[in-house]
Nanobody, 122 residues
Framework: QVQLVESGGGLVQTGGSLRLSCAAS????????MGWFRQAPGKERTFVAAISSSATRTYYTNSVKGRFTISRDNAKNTVYLQMNSLKPEDTAVYYCAASQSVVTTTSLYNYWGQGTQVTVSS
């Protein structure tokens, strides 16, 4: 069982930056691949970024490549999402999730946080 708590969301202007954090409970965090997803109002939850358990592999959706960076600190049971050059279309609730393998498919993630709101004003 893994419990996840996101933080770091907020309101930022276009071009600004935010760093999201996701703190995990339990001693098995380092065994899980971690992902970030987002859900805008009236839309489905979609994949943003993922990182393997050992941080050797990362994946991004095309729209955030070069702007977002996913990382993790297994000693702190925490995964991060550094978001730079933010755009209004990045506005959404951001969720972190844990999976047995590093995948981009929402349904393959077993554990989810409660989400944190990111709002980018134009």
């Amino acid at each position: 069982q893994v419990q996840l708590v996101e933080s770091g969301g907020g309101l930022v202007q276009t071009g600004g930056s935010l760093r999201l954090s996701c703190a995990a409970s339990g001693r098995t965090f380092s065994r899980y691949a971690m992902g970030w997803f987002r859900q805008a109002p009236g839309k489905e939850r979609t994949f943003v970024a993922a990182i393997s358990s050992s941080a050797t592999r990362t994946y991004y959706t095309n729209s955030v490549k070069g702007r977002f960076t996913i990382s993790r600190d297994n000693a702190k049971n925490t995964v991060y999402l550094q978001m730079n050059s933010l755009k209004p279309e990045d506005t959404a609730v951001y969720y972190c999730a844990a999976s047995q393998s590093v995948v981009t498919t929402t349904s393959l993630y077993n554990y989810w946080g409660q989400g944190t709101q990111v709002t980018v004003s134009s």
